[in-house]
């Protein structure tokens, strides 16, 4: 019973391309989470929403827009992609406010390749 | 702003012996707590243990632990009698109190000889 699940796992597209990445979590945390991992496997936080309000957003261009329909979803969706926009995304999840503290709960990512 | 600093992009360790991953941070809460996670090649992130900087006594969780050293802003994880599973890349991360996002280190990858 998958805690965090990202769909899909691999996205391979052309330069261009609009695309999306879906984020759920059973939890029933009240705060998710998106990263950026790079090639050299460095990890930065792109945005946060809490039970459906945007909290952090990071210094991302505005072709990357996240979606919250529910404190259980946090989607991402990326417009006009560019070959810098290859990496892995990862969604997470923590309890809101103090309870984040105690760590966040990671999908299994999904590797997205712009050609 | 706040940093994390892996210093040790790679490390090896035999089997069954024990191994030190290290970590600097820099931040000017007072209140803060740290973590190391661990990113085997699945590719899920997995957290290996945390450490609450109020409180001096240092975490343990099995085989792993930390020497957290508050004045230094040091956090290092040491991983007593290795396993091949161990092997991953390890990251450390820093949490301030009032902001609630983490600050990942650049990650050490730690190789498990047989």
């Known amino acids: 019973d998958t805690a965090v699940s990202q769909t899909p796992k691999y996205l391979v597209t052309q330069m261009g391309n609009d695309k999306s990445i879906k984020c759920e979590q059973n939890l029933g945390h009240d705060t998710m989470y998106w990263y950026k991992q790079d090639s050299k496997k460095f990890l930065k936080i792109m945005f946060s929403y809490n039970n459906k309000e945007l909290i952090i957003n990071e210094t991302v261009p505005n072709r990357f827009s996240p979606k919250s329909p529910d404190k259980a979803h946090l989607n991402l969706h990326i417009n006009s992609l560019e070959l810098g926009d290859s990496a892995v995304y990862f969604c997470a999840s923590s309890q809101a406010g103090v309870g984040a503290l105690y760590g966040y709960t990671f999908g299994s990512g999904t590797r997205l390749t712009v050609v | 702003a706040q940093t994390v600093t892996q210093s040790q992009p790679e490390m090896s360790v035999q089997e069954a012996e024990t191994v030190t991953l290290s970590c600097t941070y820099d931040?000017?809460?007072?209140?803060?707590?740290l973590f190391w996670y661990k990113q085997p090649p699945s590719r899920q992130m997995i957290l290996v243990i945390r450490q609450e900087a109020y409180k001096q006594q240092n975490a343990t969780e099995n085989r792993f632990s930390v020497n957290f050293q508050k004045a230094a802003k040091s956090f290092s994880l040491k991983i007593s009698d290795s396993q091949l599973g161990d092997a991953a890349m390890y990251f450390c991360?820093?949490?301030?109190?009032?902001?609630?996002?983490?600050?990942f280190g650049t990650g050490t990858r730690l190789k498990v000889l047989a």
């Open positions: 931040t000017s809460e007072s209140d803060y707590y």
């Open positions: 991360a820093c949490c301030a109190s009032g902001t609630y996002k983490y600050i």
